[in-house]
């Protein structure tokens, strides 16, 4: 499975809208792009995922670019419940194991 | 209420003694698996099972053992042989082990004292 590169911490003013950058440069063509998040000693939670359109539900957007080499998630109106790390994991159709490969994520500070 | 349970949430225990951790789901999901989590790491796969009475190793499987004998239940058995035990624990569940989503349970933490 393709690496990501995140930046480790970001802030977001209670309200506004969060973009979290991801960058996986060395994707493949089968490879689907994943957010999760954790809350602190919490179990991850998933928010979206997406191959290469656009997806949105009702927790956030994903942007995949056309290249599909970067995506942001976008968390229209953040929360204080909304203070997480964020992580961005690229899988294959399938790999043994179905395993998820978390990095080291985004930790996300949502001040009042 | 649908979902998957971990059980406890914190659990101690005594260098040299092997501990059980609870995973239950009610989802009816086929696949199952076990992650370690240390502080500010990221998750590492310990075991999984695509079905009942089948399981694999992941990437950090010595020093643990699982069984898979009911669908809705997937227990880790953490042993004296695991080094380094004390981490975070997370059970997770997918409907099938190919593409499909992972969810997770809320985790136990494990202390070795």
């Known amino acids: 499975d393709a690496k990501t590169t995140q930046p480790p911490s970001m802030d977001c003013a209670e309200g506004r809208a969060a973009n979290l950058p991801c960058n996986h440069s060395?994707?493949?063509?089968?490879?689907?792009v994943y957010w999760y998040r954790q809350i602190h000693s919490q179990g991850p939670q998933y928010i979206i995922h997406?191959?290469?359109n656009n997806e949105t539900n009702e927790m956030a957007s994903l942007i995949i670019t056309e290249d599909r080499k970067s995506s942001t998630l976008i968390l229209p109106h953040a929360t204080l419940r909304d203070t997480a790390v964020y992580y961005c994991i690229v899988r294959a159709t399938y790999n043994a194991g179905n395993m998820l490969t978390f990095g080291g994520g985004t930790r996300l500070m949502v001040k009042p | 209420d649908g979902g998957i349970t971990q059980s406890p949430k914190y659990l101690f225990r005594k260098e040299g003694q092997n501990v059980t951790l609870s995973c239950e789901q009610n989802l009816n999901h086929d696949a199952m698996y076990w992650y370690r989590q240390d502080p500010g790491q990221g998750l590492r796969l310990i075991y999984y099972?695509?079905?009942?009475?089948?399981?694999q190793k992941g990437d950090i499987a010595e020093g643990y053992s699982v069984s898979r004998e009911k669908k809705e239940s997937f227990p880790l058995t953490v042993t004296s042989a695991q080094k380094n035990p004390t981490a975070f624990y997370l059970c997770?569940?997918?409907?099938?082990?190919?593409?499909?989503?992972?969810?997770f349970g809320p985790g136990t933490r494990l202390t070795v004292l």
């Open positions: 099972s695509q079905i009942v009475n089948d399981f």
């Open positions: 997406g191959l290469k």
């Open positions: 060395t994707i493949s063509g089968n490879e689907y």
């Open positions: 997770a569940s997918s409907i099938s082990p190919r593409t499909d989503t992972q969810y």
